[in-house]
Each structure stands twice: as C-alpha cells, then as structure tokens.
C-alpha cells in the first residue's frame, strides 16, 4: 500500500526557512505520477504548492514561485519541501501528497507555526 | 490560474436530507474536476475523481456530475459522518487549484 509521511518542525521564526520532508513507501518516486505539497491555513483554504514529477521536474504555483524549492532524494524514496523568508501567514498544516489528477494519496499532515 | 468557485459556503442540513453542492470554473475544464472530504484532524478523502467517476470504497450516497464550468457533487441522504467540508479541484491546468469549500454542518 502507498503511504506518504511528513517530518520536520513544528515550529519556525520569521525571515527563517521552513523544511519538511515527505518519506513514500509502497511506490517509488521515480516510477511515475507527481509528488505535491499542499497545505491548508487555519480555516478552510487549502492551497496546492507545487509538485516534483517522476522525473525530477519541478512546478510551483506561481504566488509561491519565488520563495519554494522541492527536491527529492531517491536513495531514500523522499522528497523535500523548503519555503524561504516564512512569515506568520505561512502557518498552516502541510501534506505531501501522491498524483494531482486526482490526489489519490495523502500523508497525515505536519503542522507548522511560524512564531518568534 | 483557474478559480474555482464554490457554493454555498455553509450548507445546514438534517440527516437524511440530499444535497447538491456547486463548483464553478472560471474557464471551461472539460470533465477535469475531483471533489474531496476533509474532516478536522484527517487527510482530505477523495470522493470522485473526473466529474463522475466513483472512487472504491465510497459509500454510493456520494455521485458527481457536470462538464464545461459548472459541476455538482450530490449526496443522496446525508448521514451524520458526512458533516465535514468539501473541496473541489481542477486538473485541467497543471497549476492545480481548489475550490474554497463548502462546509456541511447539522441543522
């Protein structure tokens, strides 16, 4: 069975980065499909950041463009999502999750607080 | 980017009543379309994928339709795990993006 899972703090300053990875088990990342952070702010938005495809091409949103990196690792089956200069309207809970047409498969989510 | 509008915002129901929830597209994205649950505290569930196609494992209750820029999910006597939000998504550009969502909630 697939299975996504994120890691990384829970708690960043402002002006710092923000760094998350998402280990996948059950599938490898090189095989196929695009690999996606997504979160979601307090309250009901959620917002697609962008995506690492099978191949190691990356896409981003374009209001996050600037700021946000992912990477992967394929030693390690995982892929990484790094947002840059963070500020408090970063906080939100991150997922990482499998596809985009649809999104089949999600981890279980990583909180993140950006707080000094 | 595609904005995909969702209404109403907050759906107050009884258990037992169908529903229709709408999501429209600020251009027209064929049938590329997916709705998904989110319950606090869980992963968004994908419920149908493609404007109408069933996913395994969700209950029948939950169907879709529409094409173009208007689309519906129905749910055909809500029953009391459905109060949750509900979220559209459109694959027709790569730049994906979600509805804002529309909450269930209990009359």
């Known amino acids: 069975e697939v299975q996504l899972q994120e890691s990384g703090p829970g708690l960043v300053k402002p002006s710092q980065s923000l760094s998350l990875t998402c280990s996948v088990t059950g599938y490898s990342i090189t095989s196929s499909y695009k690999w996606n952070w997504i979160r979601k702010f307090p309250g009901n938005k959620l917002e697609w950041m962008g995506y690492?495809?099978?191949?190691?091409?990356?896409n981003y949103t374009p209001s996050l463009k600037s700021r946000i990196s992912i990477t992967r690792d394929t030693s390690k089956n995982q892929f990484f999502l790094q947002v840059n200069s963070v500020t408090t309207e970063d906080t939100a809970t991150y997922y990482c999750?499998?596809?985009?047409?649809?999104?089949?498969?999600w981890g279980q989510g990583v909180m993140v607080t950006v707080s000094s | 980017n595609i904005v995909l509008t969702q209404s109403p915002a907050t759906l107050s129901v009884t258990p037992g009543e169908s529903v229709s929830l709408s999501c429209r597209a600020s251009q027209s994205i064929s049938t590329s379309i997916h709705w998904y649950q989110k319950k606090s505290n869980e992963s968004p569930r994908l419920l149908i994928k493609y404007a109408s196609q069933s996913i395994s494992g969700i209950p029948s209750r939950f169907s879709g339709s529409g094409s173009g820029t208007d689309f519906t999910l129905s749910i055909n006597r809500v029953e009391s795990e459905d109060f949750s939000i509900y979220y559209c998504?459109?694959?027709?550009?790569?730049?994906?993006?979600f509805g804002a969502g529309t909450k269930l909630e209990l009359k």
């Open positions: 998504q459109q694959s027709y550009s790569s730049l994906y993006t």
């Open positions: 999750a499998r596809g985009g047409s649809p999104f089949d498969y």
């Open positions: 690492i495809n099978s191949a190691g091409s990356s």
